[in-house]
């Protein structure tokens, strides 16, 4: 069965700093990977994905995540971050031999970016 | 335009009480998902349906049963409210073509309350 940890409830960082939230998978296939973002009061925004290709995927806002097969992480960074980040963060993996395209969610990383 | 709308946003009502939860997408996708984030922000897939076929049924009370008019509309009716059943509901919309790689996208969530 697939799943996905995110090992920090929160992440803390100052404006301008680059910031990194953390993701690992575990698939029984090829994974496809995927983040998303939920501000406050709102539904969940897509910000990027991986498929197959190359390992640096760049996404939505300046976010960009790594995929690494041998750490099987997914982590996702920014070089520099905004007060306008801070929101919660999911992570979200569909194994590829997932034939109804189920799609499990991390348990979420809150990111607060101080000004 | 909204990609994928949902109604209400919010509702409140009494224990014991039925109640439905619309869902419409404009996407043109075929499979649409009904997901239940609980007070931790957990997000669990509850159901989903492609082409008006229910194709994914996670472990869900026979309380809650969604329904598929067409492709376009996915509604979720909860009979006999619990306390328990107090969660944000999100509908997600996807095209199951290309082998599962496409991205789901997310309504703006129903807060349910149940007194």
């Known amino acids: 069965a697939q799943s996905v940890a995110q090992p920090e409830d929160q992440v803390n960082v100052a404006e301008g700093n680059p910031l990194t939230v953390k993701c690992t998978y575990s698939?029984?296939?090829?994974?496809?990977l995927f983040w998303y973002v939920q501000y406050p009061n709102r539904g969940l925004q897509f910000l990027l994905k991986y498929i197959t290709g190359d390992n640096l995927v760049k996404g939505s806002y300046g976010f960009e995540a790594e995929f690494n097969k041998s750490q099987t992480s997914f982590h996702l960074k920014k070089p520099s971050a905004l007060v306008s980040d801070s929101a919660l963060y999911f992570c979200?993996?569909?194994?590829?031999?997932?034939?109804?395209?189920?799609?499990?969610f991390g348990t979420g990383t809150r990111l607060l970016v101080s000004p | 335009d909204t990609a994928v709308s949902q109604t209400p946003k919010y509702l409140v009502t009494q224990m014991g009480n039925d109640k439905s939860i619309k869902c419409e997408q404009n996407l043109g996708h075929d499979t649409m998902y009904w997901y239940k984030q609980d007070s931790k922000k957990f997000l669990k897939i509850m159901f989903s349906y492609n082409n008006k076929e229910l194709i994914i049924n996670e472990t869900v009370p026979n309380r809650f049963s969604p329904k598929s008019p067409d492709k376009a509309h996915l509604n979720l009716h909860i009979n006999s409210l619990e306390l328990g059943d107090s969660a944000v509901y999100f509908c997600?919309?996807?095209?199951?073509?290309?082998?599962?790689?496409?991205?789901?996208?997310f309504g703006p969530g129903t807060r349910l309350t149940v007194l």
């Open positions: 997600a919309s996807c095209s199951r073509g290309r082998a599962g790689r496409d991205t789901q996208y």
């Open positions: 979200a993996v569909r194994d590829e031999n997932t034939g109804f395209q189920k799609l499990v």
């Open positions: 698939v029984s296939g090829n994974p496809y």
